[in-house]
């Protein structure tokens, strides 16, 4: 496929719910085009597009393929996307480098919960929309049903721009309102015959048409104050030349309707893709981040690309999926990262169908192409000949849903930790963290379907088996007495023994960390050996009293002690100040300390009682409540963080899957009684076991 201007592509992607056809689309399309041999599918694990074998496996799509359709001498870039939540940071870094996003929705189902979010999030990129109402074939399918439920929910802006004949087992075609003719999909070909409508079907279309045109008509003013004064109704070529113009001002959101998986309705859409969808000129939406300023897509500049997605492919190492800002791209060009400040050779040019990739000889501004084996090029990055443009990168989720991840063999502990490391540069929305304290590898993704997809993959490329294991909630221990020990260590050997005898109090020292202080008088201790006791001190604190967690907040006093001439050293003192600090501790009523949440939970209004009572039953309190910006309602609450360290799951199932919230841990509160209870249980168990 040579490169084409970039007036003649089109970067489309598909979006919304699984299972509501966006694949399925992207592979009739490919079919009718001629560029497949066959219709792919998803059901029997024969799609060209759904290829990774985690795809196969669960039948839904994990992340973004590339369908570069050619119709005439345009070319259509169909990116299809995930529909699934956890997988929703690739569908958004996808959908920055499209000018159309594509809604489908199922015509039983009509517009789910991803299908709503998306669409909040491609109206805050400033993305034209345009909605594809699929399986109008399927047993209790209702296109007005359909409609009205999208008009409920996304406004009135939505216009019909194709119609049903007939619907479930009695569809058979759909009406251009356009163009106002009927087409029909032969099974036997992969052209669709074009026809006069139908006479049963001529009111219905003349309906649609004229709430088409009232929409359209608002791309033009003059024409709008002539149409209002009740002149004569659009003509044909007013209609045509005005609605690219109302779709890329948001005036109209066209609406079509079919059946993908017999293709009815998909030869017209594509028809209309090239013909009125936005080109990648009208964009609009990359800023430089040093002045905000819009970076306009043109041909006639410097090259410079914008870098949407990388992947790590076990075969051919990392592939980087760019939008050709400006300029042309071509093999063996050098560009500038601007983050690095680094150069790139870009060894090859190519496009991707599915899985497979075709070298192309150059790119044109506007474009989709991918690039192998860039070696410091991460996606957000910008690439430029002198490295001066750096683009704004999109605020993705952030993840909620911590593991902590072991290889069951530890001989395979680094390939553990290289494969994760990858995928953490690849996919934003995977965080991957060491805890010192716990000795734990924790990732934090968007969901458990996302951990065990990364645990397939690695265990099918890299052969490492791994187990989950809760993740430590990092408790704290403290007291909230004073008191005073004595601690005294006196130990005979053969030669040289060991003694050390320091008297320590502990005092509550609440906010203010661990303090240390000498009063010792009359040199009981001499002084090189106080920071002995100090040393000793720190170590116990480290172990624990209660339950093996880190104690904070205490002022440590020595105030008295004795010593040998010989036997008192450094190692002496260390262990007499750790007997008397846990002589003391058991004095000083000792406390757990468990960390605190503060969390944001936006849910609808008719779900905020369920979740506040959830949050009751997890020991939580209700701080207050707000209105979000999307009208939904954000509960503000502080909860014990181990209650809710994976209330991801949780909150989908309350929600069905529209909620999502942010969490902060900030500080302490004593744990109840029956909580320390366990944790000093399952310490005293593992001490038992020798771990």
């Not at 439920?149 to 019909?160: I, K, P, S, Y």
Request: charged content about 25%; aromatic content about 6%; glycine content about 8%.
């Amino acid at each position: 496929m040579a490169a084409p201007a970039t007036e003649h592509v089109r970067n489309v992607v598909l979006v919304g719910q699984d299972g509501a056809g966006k694949t399925s689309l992207a592979e009739a399309m490919l079919y009718v085009s001629g560029k497949t041999p066959r219709m792919g599918t998803t059901h029997d694990g024969k799609s060209y597009l759904d290829y990774d074998p985690e795809e196969i496996k669960r039948k839904f799509t994990i992340s973004t393929s590339i369908a570069p359709v050619p119709y005439k001498d345009y070319k259509i870039n169909v990116l299809d996307t995930s529909g699934h939540p956890d997988f929703i940071g690739d569908t958004l870094a996808t959908m920055q480098a499209a000018e159309m996003a594509l809604f489908m929705v199922d015509a039983v189902a009509g517009p789910q919960v991803m299908t709503t979010k998306l669409w909040r999030e491609a109206e805050n990129m400033r993305l034209s929309r345009a909605v594809y109402i699929n399986h109008i074939d399927r047993e209790n399918a209702n296109f007005d049903s359909a409609m009205a439920l999208l008009h409920a929910r996304f406004g009135a802006r939505l216009g019909a721009v194709t119609i049903p004949m007939g619907v479930d087992k009695d569809f058979k075609g759909v009406i251009d309102v356009i163009r106002m003719k009927a087409r029909y999909h032969d099974a036997s070909s992969t052209e669709e015959r074009v026809d006069e409508i139908p006479a049963e079907y001529a009111e219905i279309a003349q309906a649609a048409r004229e709430k088409l045109c009232d929409l359209v008509a608002e791309a033009d003013d003059d024409l709008m104050m002539k149409y209002l004064d009740g002149e004569e109704r659009l003509t044909q070529e007013e209609l045509e030349s005005l609605l690219d113009k109302a779709i890329a001002q948001d005036l109209i959101v066209p609406v079509f309707v079919g059946s993908t998986i017999i293709m009815q309705g998909v030869q017209g859409l594509m028809e209309d893709i090239c013909t009125y969808f936005p080109h990648p000129r009208s964009h609009g939406r990359f800023r430089q981040m040093a002045d905000g300023a819009t970076i306009p897509i043109d041909e006639t500049k410097r090259p410079s690309a914008f870098v949407f997605k990388t992947i790590s492919d076990p075969f051919v190492g990392r592939l980087s999926f760019l939008k050709v800002l400006s300029g042309y791209l071509e093999p063996g060009v050098e560009l500038i990262n601007s983050r690095t400040g680094k150069k790139e050779r870009l060894g090859k040019i190519q496009v991707m169908m599915g899985k497979e990739p075709m070298d192309v000889k150059s790119a044109k501004a506007g474009d989709i192409v991918v690039v192998p084996k860039l070696t410091e090029t991460r996606s957000g990055d910008t690439l430029s000949v002198a490295g001066d443009i750096a683009i704004e990168p999109l605020a993705l989720p952030t993840p909620q849903y911590p593991v902590a991840i072991e290889a069951v063999n530890k001989k395979e502990e680094d390939k553990l930790g290289t494969f994760l490391a990858r995928a953490a540069e690849a996919d934003p929305t995977i965080r991957l963290r060491r805890d010192e304290e716990t000795h734990q590898t924790v990732l934090t993704a968007m969901g458990d379907t996302q951990v065990d997809m990364l645990l397939a993959r690695l265990k099918d490329q890299n052969g490492v088996e791994v187990r989950l294991v809760p993740v430590r909630v990092p408790y704290r221990e403290t007291i909230r007495k004073t008191a005073e020990a004595q601690g005294r260590h006196k130990k005979q050997t053969g030669g040289a023994g060991q003694f050390g005898d320091c008297w320590l109090r502990l005092e509550p020292n609440p906010g203010a960390g661990y303090e240390f202080v000498d009063e010792i008088k009359g040199g009981a201790i001499p002084n090189g050996l106080i920071p002995a006791v100090d040393k000793g001190v720190q170590d116990a604190m480290r172990e624990g009293f209660l339950a093996g967690y880190p104690m904070v907040d205490i002022k440590c006093v020595v105030f008295d002690g004795s010593y040998h001439s010989v036997d008192s050293n450094e190692m002496a003192f260390k262990t007499a100040a750790r007997i008397g600090f846990r002589a003391a501790c058991e004095k000083a009523s000792p406390v757990i300390l468990e960390p605190m949440a503060t969390m944001d939970i936006a849910v609808g209004e008719e779900y905020a009682g369920t979740i506040m009572g959830d949050i009751s039953t997890r020991r939580g309190r209700i701080i207050g409540t707000d209105a979000g910006e999307a009208g939904e309602t954000v509960i503000k609450v502080r909860v014990p963080y181990a209650e809710v360290i994976n209330y991801t799951k949780e909150l989908r199932s309350l929600t069905r899957g529209s909620g999502s919230y942010t969490i902060s841990v900030e500080g302490y509160e004593d744990a109840p009684h029956d909580v320390t209870k366990k944790l000093i249980e399952a310490y005293e168990a593992a001490r038992a076991a020798g771990n």
